[in-house]
């Protein structure tokens, strides 16, 4: 999705939902609880830990007592030989079955990030580990900001306007997350679309509304 529109608090109530068999949005409800781990590098552990203590509290839960949801700020360099080890240790060591990467951007160099050819190998030695250890990794990352400027800003996105070369080609299932209005400063009311996706051929698109509160509740 594009820049603010909550990924990274989507992602933290994923997290809860999937560790303790709760439902994500409020609505989807998690079948069996999972060992997950959230690397996020981006928001600053204030921001995080604030904002998952609100998404607990909403869920009724304690974040304090969630042993299945694990935190790290440290975050791979997809394609690095030595990071790839250092993933496998962590997943393996922590029995982790969910991996989130928050956000992807910061886990790649940047060179030849156009190129179809250079950064598809990237993805897969990402992917192909993964599947060797049995976890699914979940990559936040960002839609281009070209149909910001040239197309309905506020409509559903599609898998087409995923930033960088080989992230269209290679997603496997998705969720695409854009703003179905302008947001009103101060409400604390977050109106997105969530558009999921998948090669096993589901599909759906949702309006999702979110309700932060305001900073003195």
């Known amino acids: 999705g594009p820049k603010k529109s909550l990924k990274t608090s989507l992602m933290i109530d994923a997290g809860v939902a999937l560790a303790t068999g709760g439902q994500f949005l409020g609505r989807f409800k998690v079948p069996e609880a999972k060992r997950v781990a959230v690397l996020s590098g981006e928001s600053g552990w204030g921001t995080i830990q604030e904002t998952a203590n609100r998404i607990c509290a909403a869920a009724g839960r304690n974040l304090a007592d969630l042993a299945n949801l694990i935190w790290s700020d440290r975050l791979p360099q997809i394609g690095d030989l030595r990071h790839a080890a250092f993933l496998r240790t962590f997943c393996t060591d922590n029995e982790v079955e969910v991996v989130f990467i928050d956000p992807v951007y910061l886990c790649m160099d940047g060179a030849d990030a156009s190129n179809l050819m ?18 699914t990794p ?62 096993a051929g589901h599909d759906g698109l949702w309006g999702v509304e979110i309700d932060e509160g305001q900073q003195n509740d």
Do not use: T
């Open 138 to 199: 979940v990559l936040l990352h960002h839609s281009k900001r070209s149909r910001a400027a040239h197309l309905d800003p506020y409509g559903p996105l599609e898998l087409g306007d995923i930033a960088w070369a080989a992230f269209p080609e290679f997603a496997r299932q998705w969720l695409l997350i854009n703003r179905f209005d302008e947001y009103e400063a101060g409400s604390g009311v977050h109106r997105l679309w969530v558009g999921v996706g998948g090669s």
């Open 118 to 135: 250079v950064q598809g190998p990237k993805l897969r030695m990402l992917s192909e580990l993964c599947g060797e250890i049995g976890v």
